[in-house]
């Protein structure tokens, strides 16, 4: 069965710091990967999906991340982040088109003035 | 365009109680699903409705909770009787298409249910 590990539970970063949000899987398949945000009482907003080619995904408001196959890894990151960016960020896996999304715990970001 | 609409947007009940929530999709979605979030975990898939038909619910425990799609548009989700555990933030989502495809799904902002 596929999961999904977000390493840290909260993250703390000064604003316009860089950042990183880990993300793990467990899958003896090919995936799809998600990164998911949820601001203070909202429902989750896609922020990019990694389906094939690049490994490197470009998403909304600055986010990236990079697809390791080896290291089953689809970490997040950001090079300057603001207040804004204060929310819950979701990690989710897919095992193929018709399967249902995994979703991570989550990591909390705290962005420090 | 609008969004996904939930109400109620928070709902406190008893234990042994009975609670239904409602979904509005996004106007032309043919794909809704219901999510359970609870505190500190990520959200875990419910129930998912291709137009008014359940494609999946193997995770709904069917024994208390029951939804329905009538008319392929609206959504209600139903627990009857409630329990302490079902204490949780349940999310509507829906999408365009599904099968064949990797569709952007939109999440509504969520009903929190507090059972006491």
């Known amino acids: 069965a596929q999961s999904v590990t977000q390493l840290d539970s909260q993250v703390p970063v000064f604003e316009e710091a860089p950042v990183e949000l880990r993300c793990n899987y467990s899958s003896s398949v090919s995936v799809y990967l998600f990164w998911y945000v949820q601001y203070p009482n909202q429902g989750l907003q896609l922020l990019l999906k990694y389906l094939s080619g690049s490994t490197l995904v470009k998403g909304i408001n600055g986010f990236e991340a990079e697809f390791n196959k080896s290291q089953t890894s689809f970490h997040l990151r950001k090079p300057s982040v603001h207040i804004s960016d204060t929310a819950e960020y979701f990690c989710a896996v897919r095992k193929n088109r018709d399967d249902k999304n995994i979703f991570g715990k989550g990591t909390r970001l705290h962005i420090l003035p | 365009e609008a969004g996904v609409a939930q109400s109620p947007r928070y709902k406190i009940i008893e234990k042994r109680q009975s609670v239904a929530f409602w979904c509005n999709p996004i106007?032309?979605?043919?794909?809704l699903y219901w999510y359970q979030q609870i505190l500190g975990q990520g959200p875990k898939l419910l129930i998912q409705?291709?137009?008014?038909?359940?494609?999946?619910d193997s995770q709904l425990p069917k024994d208390r909770f029951s939804a329905e799609r009538l008319k392929g548009v609206d959504s209600t989700l139903k627990i009857q009787p409630a329990k302490l555990e079902d204490s949780a933030v349940y999310l509507c989502?829906?999408?365009?298409?599904?099968?064949?495809?990797?569709?952007?799904?939109?999440f509504g902002p969520g009903t929190r249910l507090t059972v006491l």
């Open positions: 106007s032309g979605h043919a794909t």
């Open positions: 409705f291709q137009n008014n038909g359940v494609v999946d």
């Open positions: 989502a829906s999408s365009l298409i599904w099968r064949g495809a990797i569709d952007t799904q939109y």
